[in-house]
């Protein structure tokens, strides 16, 4: 579906035209289009709500309203949503084109004309896109066109810009969604290769096994040694065309497929362990968006891609390994596999990057889901600034954050018994299982280092409907959250 930006006094036709009504007000129609008061009357403009109505107009022959809610409540994810809901309808309809007609009153309510134009594309395309899959059914869609009709520069600066996040966060959504067969620790990384072509200041190394055993990544390969498909480390880099204003390393679970291995477990919803790479996923996402962006920094993204199953050699409970920082750690229970796999990744990130901060994304523990559900991530940031700037990029983005806390009594729970210096699951008793995981990888984190864990386990899938996502397939969560925390900064 192609974009256009125009201004709203060039609106001149579309097959079907979509006008946005605040509640308890009529819409505003393009010059010369008058909708009959039988159209609009008695439509409250409720948030989501439409209606639709055939005209005799040449220019306007099917419009489509859609209400906005109370304007004084309009925020981005109000508008996204109502982008969704006329994308999707128009999509229903088998339309070829569409156009949204925005009146400057709209985008004044909305935040401002760079902020609408944002949120409506972002909205559209997130709403447009559908995950192929394998099917037989599968036909090109019809819509092809999507044209924005408002005022100012500005509104098109926010649309390009919206797009291009919508297209990076699509992307993530396609690599999440995808089977754990067609997307195993090989593919992955092909997908990241073949990123890293579509921009020069983008780069892909991928590392194989016996180069992670020079490193001497003990605990990663401790999960993949259990599994016939070998592990992949990705190493993604961006650099800027100046001099970087510093280094922001994000580093992501890439789990393609999590068993539990030999500590497995129950066959039921197993299937959904294929999004256990959905951290891996949103960091390859990122840099979709920025081989497209100006962003000042150097940006690194390492993802530790494995599949943790089960075979003759696969880690047993109570086996012992050495991870790359010559920590080593009793493997209590085998389906704790993420923070082994992080755990290497992040002595890597941190050695060969020396990031000024540094981010993991992971679909870590069931335990978040029990705190936060399904609508917020759980982040544990290092401190106060890196939490607001965090929660800032939720609020606007709509993948929302929430702060969990932290202490030392967890980190002393990780500690070994008499065999090793940790053990990767705490006593259960202590509770807070996504705070536990978080414990164990802080060990693995220098000392003063500015970093942040995300436990997306909740947010990475099966979450509610918001119109252009929600349900059993993937939001691509945590590649617009980290986009938008890197224009903030
Ligand atoms: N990938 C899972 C976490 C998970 C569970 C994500 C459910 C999404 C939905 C992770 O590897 C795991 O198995 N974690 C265990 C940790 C436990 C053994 C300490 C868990 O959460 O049960
Ligand atoms: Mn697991
Ligand atoms: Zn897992």
């Given at each position: 579906m192609k974009l256009l930006v125009q201004d709203i006094s060039r609106a001149k036709k579309a097959p079907l035209l979509v006008v946005f009504a605040l509640e308890g007000k009529a819409p505003q129609t393009p010059d010369g289009l008058e909708l009959p008061a039988s159209f609009t009357k008695g439509f409250d403009g409720k948030a989501r709500s439409t209606r639709e109505t055939f005209t005799e107009d040449k220019a306007w022959p099917h419009v489509l309203m859609v209400g906005l809610g109370d304007g004084d409540k309009l925020d981005s994810e109000g508008l996204r949503r109502a982008a969704a809901v006329a994308i999707r309808a128009a999509k229903a309809k088998s339309v070829s084109g569409v156009g949204y007609y925005v009146a400057p009153e709209v985008a004044e309510l909305a935040g401002g004309e760079e902020a609408t134009g944002r949120d409506l594309a972002e909205g559209a395309y997130l709403g447009v896109h559908a995950f192929a899959g394998v099917r037989k059914d599968n036909k090109a869609p019809a819509l092809k066109q999507l044209t924005l009709w408002a005022s100012g520069a500005a509104f098109k600066r926010g649309a390009t810009k919206g797009k291009l996040l919508a297209d990076a966060c699509n992307f993530t959504r396609n690599l999440q969604d995808a089977s754990g067969n067609n997307m195993r620790p090989r593919d992955l990384a092909a997908q990241a290769k073949k990123l890293?072509?579509?921009?020069?200041q983008v780069r892909c190394r991928v590392f194989d096994e016996k180069a992670m055993q020079a490193f001497g990544m003990g605990l990663f390969l401790s999960v993949s040694q259990g599994s016939e498909e070998p592990a992949k480390l990705i190493h993604l880099t961006y650099k800027p065309k100046k001099k970087a204003k510093g280094v922001i390393t994000f580093v992501g679970k890439g789990l393609t497929f999590d068993a539990g291995g030999v500590s497995i477990k129950p066959s039921g919803k197993m299937e959904e362990m294929r999004y256990d790479m959905s951290g891996g996923a949103a960091v390859v996402g990122l840099f979709h968006a920025l081989g497209d962006m100006d962003v000042p920094y150097e940006v690194h993204g390492i993802v530790g891609a494995s599949e943790n199953t089960i075979n003759g050699k696969a880690t047993k409970p109570g086996d012992v390994h050495v991870g790359m920082n010559g920590t080593s750690v009793e493997i209590q229970n085998t389906d704790a596999e993420g923070r082994l796999v992080l755990a290497d990744c992040l002595t890597y990130a941190q050695k060969k990057t020396k990031p000024d901060t540094l981010f993991d994304l992971a679909t870590l523990t069931g335990a978040v889901i029990v705190a936060l559900g399904h609508e917020l991530s759980g982040i544990y940031p290092s401190n106060d600034d890196l939490r607001d700037k965090l929660l800032e990029a939720g609020e606007r983005t709509g993948e929302y954050c929430w702060p969990l806390p932290l202490m030392d009594v967890h980190k002393e729970a990780m500690k070994g018994g008499q065999i090793a210096d940790l053990k990767n699951i705490g006593p259960?008793?202590?509770?807070?299982g996504s705070t536990q995981g978080a414990a164990f990888l802080s060990y693995f984190i220098d000392e003063g280092q500015e970093w942040c864990h995300l436990d997306i386990a909740g947010t990475a899938w099966n979450a509610g409907p918001r119109d252009w996502s929600g349900g059993?397939?993937?939001?691509?969560?945590g590649t617009r959250l980290l986009i938008e925390y890197l224009e903030r900064r």
């Open positions: 890293a072509t579509r921009s020069q259960g008793s202590l509770g807070a059993a397939l993937g939001p691509g969560v």
